[in-house]
């Protein structure tokens, strides 16, 4: 990996008045998932350069096995929530999060961001995103799909994908499909042909993932960054993602402060994330695209600016009970 970007001389100046007032560290508990504070995630390295430019703040990572079980663990505690801030949650989920009412907005410029669909919400702040995708190996499938709809008709493609029940990627398929099958009669009869050739599914990502690597099946759902990590950690090249002309659906991922957060240590950590450096670590360590235009490497750049142009369907509006409904008709459709 490449070292680091220092930070900016304009950051740097920003900093010396707040610096100045605080005498002692101020604990900053952060509730995340495993793969960002573990050693070789994000997390640490973004703690780490974040307390050097304010040193005045001590981040506290208290993690959970994945987005399922912390968004289970931030509803479970609700008012009593003892985290300051909730990283890790994705768009789809706001809507319940917003419910709980443990959170409060940022002072973040939203100007600074450029994502393919304009974000409004001032509460919970994107840090990072991705396009759904199924990935394939290219020394084993010379003719991938070329269609959405291929994807699902083509009985000879053997497919893994994860339970939209337990996975935030599962999640993602559900929407997309029902995207691509706006009719609810379609949509199931897209489910129950795709159920004719799925190999399984899992309950999470890593599950699905280790499977296809193992050789389980032709396609993979997980994110369009995918082969970037086999590029970059592994040196391999043939690996890639789908690119259907339908259309596609983002997973975004989100921070927010909750309302008994301490509001210096709180709005500079969000802040930070946005930064070049903190974009960097989050595109190269959770392998997903920056929410700011920054250069980064060749083929993080190149996809982040694909997806960008990319025909993208805006499910921001789908709330909670939406989800559970279509939930519901994935889970009727397979059972007939």
Same mark, same amino acid.
């Given at each position: 990996? @490449?070292?680091?970007?220092?930070?900016?001389?304009?950051?740097?100046?920003?900093?010396?008045?707040?610096?100045?007032?605080?005498?002692?560290?101020?604990?900053?508990?952060?509730?995340?998932?495993?793969?960002?504070?573990?050693?070789?995630?994000?997390?640490?390295?973004?703690?780490?350069?974040?307390?050097? %430019?304010?040193?005045?703040?001590?981040?506290?990572?208290?993690?959970?096995?994945?987005?399922?079980?912390?968004?289970?663990?931030?509803?479970?505690?609700?008012?009593?929530?003892?985290?300051?801030?909730?990283?890790?949650?994705?768009?789809?989920?706001?809507?319940?999060?917003?419910?709980?009412?443990?959170?409060?907005?940022?002072?973040?410029?939203?100007?600074?961001?450029?994502?393919?669909?304009?974000?409004?919400?001032?509460?919970?702040?994107?840090?990072?995103?991705?396009?759904?995708?199924?990935?394939?190996?290219?020394? @084993?499938? %010379?003719?991938?799909?070329?269609?959405?709809?291929?994807?699902?008709?083509?009985?000879?493609?053997?497919?893994?994908?994860?339970?939209?029940?337990?996975?935030?990627?599962?999640?993602?398929?559900?929407?997309?499909?029902?995207?691509?099958?706006?009719?609810?009669?379609?949509?199931?009869?897209?489910?129950?042909?795709?159920?004719?050739?799925?190999?399984?599914?899992?309950?999470?990502?890593?599950?699905?993932?280790?499977?296809?690597?193992?050789?389980?099946?032709?396609?993979?759902?997980?994110?369009?960054?995918?082969?970037?990590?086999?590029?970059?950690?592994?040196? @391999?090249?043939?690996?890639?993602?789908?690119?259907?002309?339908?259309?596609?659906?983002?997973?975004?991922?989100?921070?927010?402060?909750?309302?008994?957060?301490?509001?210096?240590?709180?709005?500079?950590?969000?802040?930070?994330?946005?930064?070049?450096? %903190?974009?960097?670590?989050?595109?190269?360590?959770?392998?997903?695209?920056?929410?700011?235009?920054?250069?980064?490497?060749?083929?993080?750049?190149?996809?982040?600016?694909?997806?960008?142009?990319?025909?993208?369907?805006?499910?921001?509006?789908?709330?909670?009970?939406?989800?559970? @409904?279509?939930?519901?008709?994935?889970?009727?459709?397979?059972?007939?």
């Amino acid at each position: 990996m @490449k070292n680091l970007k220092k930070l900016s001389v304009l950051l740097t100046v920003s900093i010396l008045p707040f610096q100045s007032f605080a005498a002692q560290p101020q604990p900053l508990n952060v509730y995340t998932y495993d793969s960002f504070s573990a050693d070789w995630g994000a997390g640490p390295q973004i703690k780490s350069a974040f307390e050097k %430019a304010y040193p005045q703040c001590q981040v506290n990572y208290t993690s959970f096995d994945n987005n399922g079980t912390l968004f289970n663990r931030v509803r479970l505690e609700g008012k009593k929530l003892k985290a300051d801030i909730v990283l890790g949650l994705d768009q789809h989920q706001i809507d319940e999060a917003e419910k709980l009412a443990v959170f409060v907005p940022n002072k973040v410029d939203l100007n600074a961001l450029a994502l393919p669909l304009k974000w409004q919400n001032k509460t919970f702040l994107p840090y990072d995103f991705a396009e759904y995708a199924f990935i394939y190996d290219k020394n @084993k499938l %010379a003719n991938p799909p070329k269609s959405f709809q291929e994807l699902i008709n083509n009985q000879e493609l053997k497919i893994l994908y994860q339970d939209p029940r337990t996975s935030s990627i599962g999640r993602g398929l559900l929407l997309w499909l029902n995207q691509v099958y706006p009719n609810p009669e379609e949509a199931a009869q897209a489910w129950q042909t795709l159920q004719k050739h799925t190999v399984t599914v899992t309950k999470g990502w890593t599950e699905a993932y280790g499977a296809f690597l193992k050789g389980e099946g032709d396609l993979v759902l997980s994110e369009n960054t995918s082969p970037i990590y086999h590029r970059l950690a592994e040196n @391999k090249t043939h690996y890639a993602a789908t690119d259907f002309p339908e259309g596609g659906v983002l997973q975004i991922e989100v921070v927010a402060k909750t309302q008994n957060a301490p509001a210096e240590c709180s709005d500079a950590f969000l802040s930070f994330l946005l930064t070049p450096q %903190a974009q960097a670590d989050l595109a190269k360590k959770n392998v997903m695209l920056p929410v700011i235009k920054t250069t980064i490497e060749p083929h993080i750049d190149a996809l982040a600016e694909q997806t960008r142009n990319a025909k993208i369907f805006d499910t921001s509006k789908i709330d909670g009970a939406e989800l559970k @409904k279509l939930i519901n008709q994935w889970q009727k459709a397979l059972s007939q």
